[in-house]
């Protein structure tokens, strides 16, 4: 995916604030997950997220997302 636009990056903070789902694509796999922060990690950036229903932890490299969306 590469560098967010302005607009894709305020609907990333406002669905971290909102705590509201996103759909993340990333090689060809679905997730569906609530984002928690926004991080720098090795000079890229990624977002650190939970599972809605278990709560597990997942952090995903945007780089490495194909595409994502919120989840209204």
Do not use: C, K, N, W
């Not at 609530?34 to 599972?51: C, M, S, T, W, Y």
Request: hydrophobic fraction near 40%; proline fraction near 3%.
């Amino acid at each position: 995916m590469g560098q967010l636009t302005v607009q894709q990056y305020d609907e990333l903070e406002r669905a971290i604030v909102d705590a509201q789902r996103i759909r993340l694509f990333r090689r060809g796999t679905e997730y569906l997950v609530i984002p928690v922060r926004l991080v720098q990690r090795g000079g890229q950036e990624a977002i650190q997220a939970r599972h809605p229903t278990t709560g597990s932890a997942l952090e995903i490299l945007l780089a490495e997302t194909d595409h994502f969306e919120v989840v209204r």
